[in-house]
C-alpha cells in the first residue's frame, strides 16, 4: 500500500515525507498583498445632525432658543395652572 506524498523504503514499512524540491527566486511571482480595505460603516444620524447643524449654525441656534424658550414657557404655565 502506498501513500500519497511518501516514499516506501522497503521491506520493513519504512516511509519518509518527500522534501519538495527548491525555489527559483528568479520563477517566483511576488505580488503586493493589500490586506482588503474595510469597508466603511455609514455614519451614525447624529454625525449626520452634528454636520448639518455646523453648516446651518444660525438657523439650529435659532431652533434651539425657541424650543427652550417654548419648554420653559410650557413649564412655567403648567407651574402656574396647578400650583
Known amino acids: 500500500m502506498t501513500i500519497p506524498g511518501k516514499v516506501n523504503m522497503g521491506?520493513?514499512?519504512m516511509t519518509t515525507a518527500m522534501t519538495p524540491p527548491?525555489?527559483?527566486s528568479a520563477t517566483v511571482?511576488?505580488?503586493?498583498?493589500?490586506?482588503?480595505?474595510k469597508p466603511e460603516a455609514p455614519p451614525s444620524f447624529v454625525k449626520l445632525a452634528m454636520r448639518n447643524m455646523v453648516k446651518k449654525g444660525g438657523k439650529s441656534l435659532y431652533h434651539f432658543t425657541l424650543t427652550t424658550v417654548g419648554l420653559l414657557g410650557l413649564l412655567?404655565?403648567?407651574a402656574y395652572l396647578t400650583r
Open 29 to 37: 511571482e511576488t505580488t503586493d498583498l493589500k490586506p482588503d480595505p
Open 22 to 24: 527548491p525555489i527559483d
Open 76 to 78: 412655567v404655565g403648567l
Open 11 to 13: 521491506l520493513l514499512g
